[in-house]
């Protein structure tokens, strides 16, 4: 990049509002619209979408499984709890590394073509690990392995995937629904895959759901395929890589509200999210139950995170989702200081849905205003950071959580991480109206809410 910081950010605000001039306008939401829940489903009118839908829910209840059986696997074989999160560190180290590379890949290239070679490659990596598994031969070392490649395969894969989502609806105004929808398609997926796991484990083995996930791509494999894309959503840069990857950090790190809410969805990575790396150890040592126990646990976790997906998906906007964004963290926190303190299997379920449901809610919530925040143009790098944040930092988490749970136990080490979002949540509250301050001219550009004279206006009309 050159030029001095003012005028790059000069430049760089004129790009983003010529962006924002010409993206569909977003209706005001209007308190005598009519309320019925016909809006809920909007994004599924689109025919691409519809496809990414099909294909990924099918895909995603296998993602599940693996994740429960390589969990249990891992428990299983070495009884470590900080094996458990070194597999972990493994398998999501690589996204941390090459997240902001992707992101620039991404809005190189076509993001389809990177999303059916992500994809084949994944369902190649789990048909290996089903092959190792059923045929007894498997080892750490593997699994490791393994673990390593699917977080390669994630640094550009999930930049990707959330990227694409602008291009499967043709209406902007839909996006945010889609966003809604795609983390219901998630989360029913995160329900089902670990009950579904729990059961294959017990009555046969982890090689199973290991194959049933290998197949599950080709689903969402042949739904990329049969997607028809608008040969100009490709855009073509002209700058080189090393100059798109310094705008895309600039921009992130300039721009406070995307900044401040990485920084939050970071904190929360690190500290909240590897709580599922420890639940073996919940399931097997705490609670005194087996693959079942587990399943059920993240089952629980998953039925919370539903509901949360559920009434994102009734919003008709984006309006009153930052508020949500500290209060998510909150409530997920919570969760999991009390998740701690639990010895009952009733209660620690009830727990799970309310840490589900925190966690979901702040995660839909971020990637909903930062996509609808970000230009097109960036849409790949920003989204390659909002990965760096959820995924690349919950290997160090895991790491983390591990070692914590080796030395002072899983139910101790999850009171405390559960502490530590809390006090973010926190923060980002005490952020709030500075960050509304920075947005507020971006949502009048988009429409979403009315300009401060015509509210002043319209208050005065009545």
């Not at 709580?275 to 646990?297: D, E, I, K, N």
């Not at 009153?320 to 379920?349: C, D, N, Y």
């Not at 995660?363 to 790949?380: C, F, H, W």
């Not at 300009?451 to 005065?460: D, G, N, R």
Request: proline share 4%; glycine share 10%; hydrophobic share 50%.
């Amino acid at each position: 990049m050159t030029g001095t910081p003012e005028l790059q950010s000069i430049d760089q605000k004129e790009a983003q509002a010529q962006s924002w001039r010409t993206a569909p306008k977003q209706p005001v939401e209007n308190g005598s619209a009519k309320r019925d829940f016909s809006h809920a489903w909007r994004a599924l009118r689109h025919r691409n979408f519809r496809l990414f839908f099909g294909g990924q829910t099918i895909s995603l209840v296998g993602t599940w499984m693996t994740r429960i059986a390589t969990a249990w696997l891992v428990y299983r074989l070495t009884k470590s709890a900080l094996l458990l999160g070194t597999v972990s560190f493994v398998g999501q180290i690589p996204t941390f590394l090459l997240a902001p590379f992707a992101g620039v890949v991404v809005d190189r290239l076509d993001r389809r073509r990177v999303l059916v070679w992500t994809q084949t490659l994944a369902m190649i990596q789990s048909l290996l690990l089903a092959w190792l598994a059923l045929a007894h031969i498997v080892t750490i070392g593997e699994i490791l392995v393994l673990s390593a490649f699917q977080g390669l395969i994630n640094a550009f894969d999930m930049p990707g995937r959330q990227a694409f989502m602008v291009q499967m609806v043709d209406d902007r105004n839909d996006l945010s629904n889609a966003i809604a929808i795609n983390s219901s398609m998630v989360n029913v997926a995160r329900l089902v895959g670990p009950s579904l796991a729990g059961l294959v484990i017990a009555a046969s083995s982890e090689g199973w759901c290991f194959l049933i996930d290998g197949v599950s791509y080709i689903a969402v494999i042949i739904s990329l395929l049969m997607m028809r894309i608008r040969p100009g959503a490709l855009h073509r840069a002209a700058a080189g890589m090393i100059e798109q990857l310094r705008e895309g950090w600039f921009y992130v790190s300039t721009f406070k509200p995307i900044r401040t809410i990485l920084l939050l969805f970071a904190l929360t990575s690190l500290m909240g999210m590897p709580y599922m790396v420890l639940m073996p150890v919940f399931a097997g040592s705490v609670l005194h139950g087996g693959p079942h126990t587990l399943g059920f646990l993240m089952g629980a976790a998953g039925a919370g995170a539903l509901i949360s997906a559920l009434s994102l998906v009734l919003r008709r906007s984006v309006r009153g989702l930052t508020k949500m964004i500290p209060i998510a963290a909150t409530v997920f926190g919570s969760g999991l200081v009390a998740f701690g303190f639990s010895r009952w299997v009733g209660l620690s379920l009830v727990l799970m849905l309310f840490t589900g449901f925190g966690m979901l809610q702040g995660m839909t919530a971020s990637n909903t205003i930062i996509q609808t925040l970000v230009p097109e143009d960036k849409r790949g790098r920003v989204m390659s950071y909002y990965t760096a944040s959820f995924v690349g930092m919950a290997p160090f988490g895991s790491l983390l959580a591990g070692s914590l749970a080796h030395w002072i136990g899983a139910p101790r080490t999850v009171m405390f991480t559960g502490s530590c979002c809390i006090a973010g949540g926190l923060w980002f509250w005490s952020r709030l109206p500075a960050l509304r301050r920075e947005m507020r001219p971006i949502y009048e550009q988009l429409g979403i809410i009315a300009p401060i004279a015509q509210s002043v206006q319209e208050q005065a009309a009545k």
